[in-house]
T-cell receptor
Framework: NAGVTQTPKFRILKIGQSMTLQCAQD?????MYWYRQDPGMGLKLIYY???????DKGEVPNGYNVSRSTTEDFPLRLELAAPSQTSVYFC????????????FGPGTRLTVL | AQRVTQPEKLLSVFKGAPVELKCNYS??????LFWYVQYSRQRLQLLLR??SRESIKGFTADLNKGETSFHLKKPFAQEEDSAMYYC???????????FGTGTRLKVLA
C-alpha cells in the first residue's frame, strides 16, 4: 500500500492564482483531513471529511474548498492564492475517526509570492 | 477554548539521560490524547495514545486530568529519539484534532 499520497511536493504560486492540492489514500479509510503548518506552529485543521460526500470546516477554512466524491480522494482547492497561504499542507486519513491513528502524507510545500 | 500547549520548542539532552516532553491541554470534557513524532525526512506518525496505556520505543505518557497534562517520558534517551514531537488532542466525538506547536528533541552523543 502506498498509504497517503500528496501531489505536488512543492509549488510556487503568484498572488491570485488558483490550484488544487491532491490527496489520495488506498487504505479504504473513511476519515480524511487537511492541515496546514506554518513555521514554528502546530498543525491547524483546514477541512475534514467523515466519508464520501461529507465534508466540514476545521479551524482555518477561509480561502479553501474541498470535495470528497470518492473514498480515496480528498482534494484541497485554493481559489485566489494569498501570501498568508504560504505553508506546508498535510493530508491525513484514519479508519474510524475518534481515537484512531491518523496516517499522514508527506506534505506539500506551497509558497505564494 | 480547546488548546494544546507544548512549552519547549527545543529540548537537548545527552544520550542516556531521562527525557520529559511537556504537554498541557485545555478542554472541558474527556479528551483523547496522542503523541505524534516526525523523524528527519519521514512522515508524521503516531507514537502513542493515552487510551492504549502502552509503551512505545521506551516512551510512556500518563494522562493527569488534575493537572491537565500528558507529558511524554523516557528514562534513557537514545540518539535515534532525536525528532519533532507533537502532542495532540481529540475532543471526544468531534473527529477534530488539535495539535501543539511541537518540541524538537535533540539527543547528544
Amino acid at each position: 500500500n502506498a498509504g497517503v499520497t500528496q501531489t505536488p511536493k512543492f509549488r510556487i504560486l503568484k498572488i491570485g492564482q488558483s490550484m488544487t492540492l491532491q490527496c489520495a489514500q488506498d487504505m479504504n479509510h473513511n476519515y480524511m483531513y487537511w492541515y496546514r503548518q506554518d513555521p514554528g506552529m502546530g498543525l491547524k485543521l483546514i477541512y475534514y471529511s467523515v466519508g464520501a460526500g461529507i465534508t466540514d470546516k476545521g479551524e482555518v477554512p477561509n480561502g479553501y474548498n474541498v470535495s470528497r466524491s470518492t473514498t480515496e480522494d480528498f482534494p484541497l482547492r485554493l481559489e485566489l492564492a494569498a501570501p498568508s497561504q504560504t505553508s506546508v499542507y498535510f493530508c491525513a486519513s484514519s479508519p474510524g475517526g475518534a481515537e484512531d491513528e491518523q496516517f499522514f502524507g508527506p506534505g506539500t510545500r506551497l509558497t505564494v509570492l | 477554548a480547546q488548546r494544546v500547549t507544548q512549552p519547549e520548542k527545543l529540548l537537548s539532552v545527552f544520550k542516556g539521560a531521562p527525557v520529559e516532553l511537556k504537554c498541557n491541554y485545555s478542554y472541558s470534557g474527556s479528551p483523547e490524547l496522542f503523541w505524534y513524532v516526525q523523524y528527519s525526512r519521514q512522515r508524521l506518525q503516531l507514537l502513542l495514545r493515552h487510551i492504549s496505556r502502552e509503551s512505545i520505543k521506551g516512551f510512556t505518557a500518563d494522562l493527569n486530568k488534575g493537572e491537565t497534562s500528558f507529558h511524554l517520558k523516557k528514562p534513557f534517551a537514545q540518539e535515534e529519539d532525536s525528532a519533532m514531537y507533537y502532542c495532540a488532542l481529540e475532543a471526544s466525538g468531534t473527529y477534530k484534532y488539535i495539535f501543539g506547536t511541537g518540541t524538537r528533541l535533540k539527543v547528544l552523543a
